[in-house]
T-cell receptor, first 119, second 112 residues
Framework: NAGVTQTPKFQVLKTGQSMTLQCAQD?????MSWYRQDPGMGLRLIHY???????DQGEVPNGYNVSRSTTEDFPLRLLSAAPSQTSVYFC??????????????????FGEGSRLTVL | GQQLNQSPQSMFIQEGEDVSMNCTSS?????WLWYKQDPGEGPVLLIA?????ELTSNGRLTAQFGITRKDSFLNISASIPSDVGIYFC????????????FGKGTLLTVNP
């Protein structure tokens, strides 16, 4: 199993350009999410999805769009990149619950990250 | 929103020493998790805690879910060089909350 795969690993954009960060998982996880990591800020949730066709906002959603057309894929779109979006982005996935009736556990599997620089 | 205060921000220790770090919150959490991030990689789950007062070990790592539900600590015993990395605490609130709040991390350096 590959786990959680993110592409690209590195990207440089100019202000105003658009791009999509790809995320795919092969663990049949219902839950997928995107985080950004900035120095001294920890990990902050951008968007998440609890299943195909369902998405919701996290802590810092502005400037980002997501969609979930399949269980496996959860792309993150930057429509008009800004220097403030320079960051390392992590995709993470998990089962929605450990077993039937149990609440979500938060036991996330992370990808290796995508480092984005916006000039 | 919910915030976690993680301390210390960084630690420099000698190989063989024990390490302790903790997280506190003004809000109650129903789940506490500890993750480790190696340089250039994504975080990896170390320990998950689901009940107030719970004490769980994973090898040389021990973590506890505070009885007030507002704090958690992680201890590492007999540190080794591969313990180097950033350690994050994370908490999940109640209900059907699908959001984790992460601490800002503790950077651990182990001198051989």
């Amino acid at each position: 199993n590959a786990g959680v795969t993110q592409t690209p690993k590195f990207q440089v954009l100019k202000t105003g350009q658009s791009m999509t960060l790809q995320c795919a998982q092969d663990m049949n996880h219902e839950y997928m999410s995107w985080y950004r990591q900035d120095p001294g800020m920890g990990l902050r949730l951008i968007h998440y999805s609890v299943g195909a066709g369902i998405t919701d906002q996290g802590e810092v959603p502005n400037g980002y769009n997501v969609s979930r057309s399949t269980t496996e894929d959860f792309p993150l779109r930057l429509l008009s990149a800004a220097p403030s979006q320079t960051s390392v982005y992590f995709c993470a996935s998990s089962h929605r619950s450990r077993r039937e009736g149990r609440l979500w556990t938060g036991e996330l599997f992370f990808g290796e990250g995508s480092r984005l620089t916006v000039l | 929103g919910q915030q976690l205060n993680q301390s210390p921000q960084s630690m420099f220790i000698q190989e063989g020493e024990d390490v302790s770090m903790n997280c506190t919150s003004s809000s109650i959490f129903n789940t506490w998790l500890w993750y480790k991030q190696d340089p250039g990689e994504g975080p990896v789950l170390l320990i998950a805690l689901y009940k107030a007062g719970e004490l769980t070990s994973n090898g040389r790592l021990t973590a506890q879910f505070g009885i007030t539900r507002k704090d958690s600590f992680l201890n590492i015993s007999a540190s080794i060089p591969s313990d180097v990395g950033i350690y994050f605490c994370a908490g999940r609130g109640g209900g059907s909350n699908y959001k984790l709040t992460f601490g800002k991390g503790t950077l651990l350096t182990v001198n051989p």
